[in-house]
């Protein structure tokens, strides 16, 4: 099964720009369960939870590692961070 990163969500650091992109939905889908029942389980509301999944909303430390915790995954396998040259 062949998953398509987003590439959109970026922060700015000391170094450059660090792009985040996520394998959730990816990992979810694997364990056959919705955004809501992994939101319960990361502690994490369910709207919330599909922005980061999508992409569309910044992700802290903490919530990516709940999140990959709800998965059974690491965090590296969950979250791609990929330093950007200034």
Sequence with gaps: MSY??????TKQSDWGLIKITNKIKYFR????????QLGTVAS???RH??????????V????????SKALNQSI???FDLELVEP
């Design 4 to 9: 398509i990163l987003n590439l959109n969500q």
């Design 29 to 36: 889908q694997e364990l056959g369960i919705t955004q809501k």
């Design 44 to 46: 994490i509301s369910e």
């Design 49 to 58: 939870l599909r922005r980061v999944e999508n992409d569309f909303i910044e």
């Design 60 to 67: 802290t430390y903490t919530q990516m590692l709940r999140i």
């Design 76 to 78: 590296e396998e969950v």
